[in-house]
């Protein structure tokens, strides 16, 4: 044989020897749809699925904001926004709680829905870009000291596109 052919011949056995210790990884994809209307932060990243409230003794609970903006298919339809309940924060590890109130925009959101007006959310009547920015608060009802423990609780915040 020649050189060449020699070289073919282990080119072909090195790619053979090579792909016998390839390593296939699968990765599943997930996505929640809903074509309608969404909520990110202001960047257009996820919401982060839980936030650290900073506390002062002798004060209470600061105000914790996330730049926001919502999602949607349609500028000419007004939001309807609410929470799920009131929010509380309960110490897992001894009493105690604290009672959250909402903002979204300059707007205080209850388990009672308050209208998002399109035209504010969205001025231009462009949706591509999302709304304005909407800085989300979460802040405590009432300042006050809190007895020492670990506090948890959730803001279930409910965004739906108005019908009409």
Avoid: H, R
């Avoid at 020649?2 to 390593?23: M, P």
């Avoid at 979204?104 to 001025?123: H, R, Y």
């Avoid at 803001?155 to 019908?163: E, F, K, N, R, W």
Wanted: hydrophobic share 40%.
């Amino acid at each position: 044989m020649n050189a060449v052919t020699k070289s073919v011949i282990a080119a072909i056995a090195f790619g053979v020897a090579v792909n016998a210790f390839a390593v296939e990884k699968d990765i599943t994809v997930n996505a929640t749809v809903d074509s309608t209307l969404d909520m990110t932060l202001s960047d257009g990243q996820p919401l982060p699925t839980s936030v650290d409230m900073q506390y002062t003794p002798g004060v209470g609970l600061s105000p914790t904001t996330l730049d926001t903006k919502i999602w949607s298919n349609d500028a000419g339809k007004d939001i309807k926004a609410s929470l799920a309940s009131t929010p509380v924060l309960t110490n897992t590890t001894g009493t105690g709680s604290q009672t959250l109130a909402v903002k979204l925009g300059s707007q205080a959101i209850t388990p009672a829905p308050v209208t998002l007006a399109a035209s504010e959310l969205f001025p231009t009547g462009e949706v591509n870009q999302g709304s304005v920015t909407l800085p989300l608060e979460i802040l405590p009802a009432t300042t006050s000291p809190l007895n020492s423990g670990n506090y948890t609780g959730m803001v279930s915040l409910i965004l739906a596109q108005d019908t009409e």
